[in-house]
């Protein structure tokens, strides 16, 4: 698999997975498709690319995908070998481009319309030794003699806003529906050949380049402008887009009595905006998929029950946690959730008698409902303080003003005014 990029002609489809352990054992960013040489017989070091399965077996049979997708875009796919692929540009599920970025310690969630390219980037590259163990039952290792060539790989996307976004996508598949097939591609963080392959052997994504937008809104940005009157001062301002999910940090102004939000692409959005004495959330679903948001029925006491306990049962540093708000339908939900920690810690505070700090944390969370069981889609940190004993937890308020804030060229520029009463 590793190195292949051969024209396979069928139509097969891999289901996304970001962190599924085979594709991230096969390691790369490559076309799928044919099988590459078997491994030797020899028991060789674990790591070894010999000792990969999914490098020395076949990929298995895969389900036909339906032959039109509403979601793809057109685009040009250029492979590190020189060739390239046109057609319709799409991804499993119509779901968003997700990547993560070191430096800002977050995933990107970007919807193929908004990419004008993809570039990817090899990192770092060498010639590996092959170790293979002396003998069976030995833990002693010797160099087979034979090397292999292994590959690193980051990601740049800009977007048609003209921003840039950099880092690495691992186990994503790509479709490109041609006039006489449709090609699929993974894209990988790394990849390693077989001894005796080169680096020059390990062909993989170049480039997408998408030749036009699906949507006559894809180049354009919008803002939002806020004003915060209450006790207390706007100290940032996020924004969460529905639907995929992709968060944008905004900033507060005039003194704490403004937030701004900018560069935000089309679509509709939850806010949340923090004070220096408390929280305010919004919760929405106006931009969901229909059948995920608001046109199904509102969710059953068995389902928030269930909610419950799935948040209970997620091992985190945070031993005490509570749902603080809980919203949507049986198929989907968004919850805030408050979590706490003040036992057991090792943080002391030497300035209050050496007692222990109280952690604190404050999440957003989208969860889907399969089967039985919900899954958790996509967790945001809100808020961490880390406080002295006696210190009152930071108020989370619910506000309606903050939910379904719609951004599109009929209105480029949202306006929420939010006004926050002192409690008696």
Not at 239 to 256: I, L
Not at 377 to 384: A, N, P, V
């Amino acid at each position: 698999m590793p190195g292949s990029v051969a024209k396979t002609g069928s139509r097969r489809l891999t289901a996304l997975a970001m962190a599924a352990a085979a594709l991230a054992l096969a390691a790369g960013s490559l076309r799928a498709g044919e099988a590459p040489a078997a491994a030797p017989a020899e028991e060789v070091q674990k790591d070894s690319p010999a000792a990969t399965a999914p490098a020395a077996s076949p990929a298995p049979p895969q389900t036909p995908p339906a032959p039109a997708d509403p979601a793809a875009v057109t685009g040009v796919l250029t492979t590190s070998d020189g060739k390239k692929f046109k057609g319709a540009v799409s991804l499993p599920a119509n779901k968003p481009l997700r990547l993560w970025s070191a430096a800002e310690k977050r995933f990107h969630d970007v919807p193929l319309p908004e990419i004008e390219r993809l570039t990817v980037k090899v990192t770092q590259e060498a010639m590996e030794k092959e170790f293979r163990f002396k003998e069976e039952s030995s833990r002693d290792k010797i160099y087979s003699g034979r090397e292999f060539p292994r590959q690193d790989y980051a990601v740049e996307v800009r977007l048609r806003t003209g921003k840039t976004l950099s880092g690495v996508v691992d186990g994503l598949t790509v479709f490109v529906e041609g006039d006489e097939a449709r090609e699929r591609f993974i894209l990988l963080k790394k990849q390693k050949g077989q001894p005796g392959q080169t680096l020059a052997d390990l062909v993989h994504v170049e480039s997408i380049e998408f030749t036009a937008p699906a949507k006559e809104d894809a180049r354009a940005t919008f803002s939002v402008v806020g004003a915060f009157e209450g006790p207390g001062k706007a100290q940032r301002a996020c924004a969460v887009r529905q639907k995929v999910d992709d968060t944008f940090e905004g900033q507060a102004r005039d003194a704490g009595r403004g937030f701004d939000l900018k560069d935000l692409p089309a679509g509709v959005y939850d806010l949340f905006i923090e004070t220096d004495e408390a929280l305010l959330v919004g919760l929405g679903f106006a931009g969901e998929t229909p059948g995920d948001g608001a046109d199904d029925a509102p969710l059953t006491e068995a389902d928030k029950t269930a909610v419950a306990a799935r948040v209970a049962e997620i091992p985190d540093f945070f031993r005490e946690r509570e749902v603080l708000y809980l919203r949507g339908t049986p198929r989907r939900a968004k919850a805030v959730i408050a979590f706490q920690r003040d036992s057991e810690s090792t943080t002391i505070d030497k300035k209050e008698g050496g007692g222990a700090f109280i952690f604190r944390r404050i999440d957003y969370w989208t969860l889907h409902r399969e089967g039985d069981r919900w899954l958790v889609d996509k967790r945001l940190f809100l808020t961490r303080d880390r406080v002295t004993p006696g210190t009152p937890p930071r108020p989370v308020i619910l506000d309606e003003r903050l939910k379904d804030v719609a951004l599109s060229p009929a209105q480029p520029t949202a306006r929420v005014s939010v006004t926050l009463a002192r409690e008696k």
